[in-house]
């Protein structure tokens, strides 16, 4: 069902659009793309000069063009600006940058040429997804060159599962090439939409993320014979943090109708404690970067901006493209996932270690001639450790570029490539506790809440008992892919 783009998009709208949904615009849409490119046309007739219109960009921002060379510049522009490296970004990432920068035009204040848009909307549809290389960004330029490329004909994308040149693949989908016209060049490469749709990406995967952690965490606690009394509702009351109640009301319902903690421990381990405060954070910190997402999608980011009317032209540079807020926000989500991740591993080590966990050693069937799941925990503290560093702020990596034109740079890219980064660590180590936790269910042979027993049965259905007959690691990916997208516990929107 395509998705239509009349009021601005949020990032959950990105995800959609990243896993193939299409994306449609409202009339009004093509009327405001319509407004704002015969304005340009204005200021190309009339010879005001404008950033970007009819000057260098950059550091040549006083330097003039002629009106017969704007369609030149703006083709050099991408050809020069197209210089990421490495290897090529996953379709479904691209796909939600080509989103969120179609969402961008859509407000009306860039210029672009209606049949521009149209062309990167049938991108979308045809799914002829353009090769992005993975590196060389510190705001938006790069990455969005390499897309804009295919729509000249040039650079080269995936269509029908091939990769091949950009003329090509648009000719596979039945598509032709544009010819672009003055700004064009600069808009296609221009604003936040990249770090946007990469960061908008990274939320729809936490939001599902966060509601994995509450569950395997209370199958961890029922392994562990933790003492439930740690989530009551009134305690949990006693904290002001809409986080922290949502996590511990997940909490007390996965373990509904279980065996209380009577001659238990009457106090446990802040990692089994502590889960509502730690996964409650996480679910502030993810709920405001999503916000902040949601605010950069509901903004103009372009610059220059293009304003007014054919008959009375603004054009106004700014410096709505940094998006230092975007940055900053996906930075302290990338910490807060990183906790997320380190609580789990630490419940994890609770499970294998025979001087806690009240389990046979290491959940192995026959310790000793078997390690069981020892190791699995060295693969878990190994990913916190790599989150630990993934975790270092890009926003304050900073970085002159373009001849002290550009002396501040927010990085807001590199943020949103390493929440993804960070994201699908944690779906790991959530993977491998899952399947530690289910593994030390049937060690325990405790009775399970009705919840939990489901949780676990749905492990079963695609993980065996590990008995040490055969490699660990192909049950701990299938853990992580439960974690993705299998485990029956339904999406999250933090709180």
Same mark, same amino acid.
């Given at each position: 069902?395509?998705?239509?783009?009349? #009021?601005?998009?949020?990032?959950?709208?990105? /995800?959609?659009?990243?896993?193939?949904?299409?994306?449609?615009?409202?009339?009004?849409?093509?009327?405001?793309?319509?407004?704002?490119?015969?304005?340009?046309?204005?200021?190309?007739?009339?010879?005001?000069? /404008?950033?970007?219109?009819?000057?260098?960009?950059?550091?040549?921002?006083?330097?003039?063009?002629?009106?017969?060379?704007?369609?030149?510049?703006?083709?050099?522009?991408?050809?020069?600006?197209?210089?990421?490296?490495?290897?090529?970004?996953?379709?479904?990432?691209?796909?939600?940058?080509?989103?969120?920068?179609?969402?961008?035009?859509?407000?009306?204040?860039?210029?672009?040429?209606?049949?521009?848009?149209?062309?990167?909307?049938?991108?979308?549809?045809?799914?002829?997804?353009?090769?992005? =290389?993975?590196?060389?960004?510190?705001?938006?330029?790069?990455?969005?060159?390499?897309?804009?490329?295919?729509?000249?004909?040039?650079?080269?994308?995936?269509?029908?599962?091939?990769?091949?040149?950009?003329?090509?693949?648009?000719?596979?989908?039945?598509?032709?090439?544009?010819?672009?016209?003055?700004?064009?060049?600069?808009?296609?490469?221009?604003g936040s939409p990249c770090a946007t749709g990469l960061g908008g990406m990274a939320l729809?995967?936490?939001?599902?993320?966060? #509601?994995?952690?509450?569950?395997?965490?209370?199958? +961890?606690?029922?392994?562990?014979?933790?003492?439930?009394?740690?989530?009551?509702?009134?305690?949990?009351?006693?904290?002001?943090?809409?986080?922290?109640?949502?996590?511990?009301?997940?909490?007390?319902?996965?373990?509904?109708?279980?065996?209380?903690?009577?001659?238990?421990?009457?106090?446990?381990?802040? +990692?089994?404690?502590?889960?509502?405060?730690?996964?409650?954070?996480?679910?502030?910190?993810?709920?405001?970067?999503?916000?902040?997402?949601?605010?950069?999608?509901? +903004?103009?980011?372009?610059?220059?901006?293009?304003?007014?009317?054919?008959?009375?032209?603004?054009?106004?540079?700014? #410096?709505? /493209?940094?998006?230092?807020?975007?940055?900053?926000?996906?930075?302290?989500?990338?910490?807060?996932?990183?906790?997320?991740?380190?609580?789990?591993?630490?419940?994890?080590?609770?499970?294998?270690? =025979?001087?806690?966990?009240?389990?046979?050693?290491?959940?192995?069937?026959?310790?000793?001639?078997?390690?069981?799941?020892?190791?699995?925990?060295?693969?878990?503290?190994?990913?916190?450790?790599?989150?630990?560093?993934?975790?270092?702020?890009?926003?304050?990596?900073?970085?002159?570029? +373009?001849?002290?034109?550009?002396?501040?740079?927010?990085?807001p890219t590199a943020a949103a490539l390493k929440l993804l980064a960070l994201v699908e660590?944690?779906?790991?180590?959530?993977?491998?506790?899952?399947?530690?936790?289910?593994?030390?269910?049937?060690?325990?042979?405790?009775?399970?809440?009705?919840?939990?027993?489901?949780?676990?049965?749905?492990?079963?259905?695609?993980?065996?008992?590990?008995?040490?007959?055969?490699?660990?690691?192909?049950?701990?990916?299938?853990?992580?892919?439960?974690?993705?997208?299998?485990?029956?516990?339904?999406?999250?929107?933090?709180?």
């Amino acid at each position: 069902m395509p998705i239509t783009r009349d #009021a601005p998009l949020e990032f959950t709208d990105i /995800a959609r659009i990243a896993a193939g949904e299409a994306l449609t615009l409202a009339p009004a849409v093509w009327e405001r793309l319509g407004s704002a490119r015969a304005i340009v046309d204005a200021v190309v007739a009339g010879g005001i000069p /404008a950033y970007g219109i009819n000057t260098g960009v950059g550091a040549l921002v006083d330097t003039a063009v002629d009106a017969g060379a704007l369609a030149e510049l703006s083709r050099n522009l991408l050809m020069s600006h197209a210089c990421a490296v490495g290897e090529p970004l996953p379709g479904a990432w691209v796909r939600a940058m080509l989103a969120a920068q179609i969402n961008n035009f859509a407000h009306g204040a860039s210029g672009i040429a209606p049949q521009t848009v149209a062309l990167m909307l049938a991108l979308l549809e045809t799914d002829c997804v353009p090769v992005v =290389p993975r590196q060389g960004s510190v705001g938006y330029l790069a990455h969005m060159a390499h897309i804009a490329l295919v729509l000249i004909g040039e650079g080269e994308a995936i269509h029908g599962g091939r990769r091949m040149p950009g003329a090509a693949a648009l000719g596979a989908a039945g598509l032709a090439p544009v010819v672009l016209g003055a700004k064009e060049g600069l808009s296609l490469i221009n604003g936040s939409p990249c770090a946007t749709g990469l960061g908008g990406m990274a939320l729809a995967r936490a939001a599902r993320l966060v #509601a994995v952690a509450d569950a395997v965490a209370a199958m +961890s606690c029922v392994a562990l014979g933790a003492n439930p009394v740690a989530f009551d509702e009134a305690a949990m009351r006693l904290r002001a943090c809409p986080g922290l109640a949502r996590s511990a009301c997940n909490l007390r319902g996965w373990l509904a109708d279980g065996a209380t903690a009577a001659g238990g421990r009457l106090q446990d381990a802040l +990692s089994l404690r502590a889960i509502p405060h730690v996964h409650g954070a996480a679910r502030v910190a993810l709920a405001h970067a999503a916000g902040v997402v949601n605010d950069e999608l509901a +903004s103009v980011t372009d610059n220059p901006a293009v304003l007014g009317t054919p008959e009375a032209p603004r054009v106004l540079s700014q #410096a709505h /493209a940094v998006a230092p807020s975007l940055a900053m926000a996906l930075d302290g989500a990338a910490v807060a996932l990183a906790h997320l991740g380190m609580i789990a591993e630490r419940r994890m080590d609770r499970l294998v270690n =025979p001087l806690v966990s009240g389990l046979p050693k290491f959940l192995a069937g026959e310790a000793g001639v078997g390690s069981g799941f020892m190791i699995a925990q060295y693969s878990a503290a190994a990913l916190v450790g790599e989150n630990r560093r993934l975790a270092a702020p890009a926003s304050l990596d900073g970085g002159v570029t +373009s001849g002290l034109q550009e002396d501040y740079l927010a990085n807001p890219t590199a943020a949103a490539l390493k929440l993804l980064a960070l994201v699908e660590n944690v779906e790991r180590i959530a993977g491998i506790e899952l399947v530690a936790a289910a593994q030390a269910l049937d060690l325990a042979g405790a009775a399970m809440p009705p919840a939990v027993a489901r949780l676990h049965a749905a492990v079963r259905a695609r993980v065996p008992v590990y008995a040490d007959d055969q490699p660990l690691a192909p049950l701990l990916e299938e853990g992580a892919r439960l974690v993705r997208d299998a485990l029956p516990v339904g999406a999250d929107q933090f709180f």
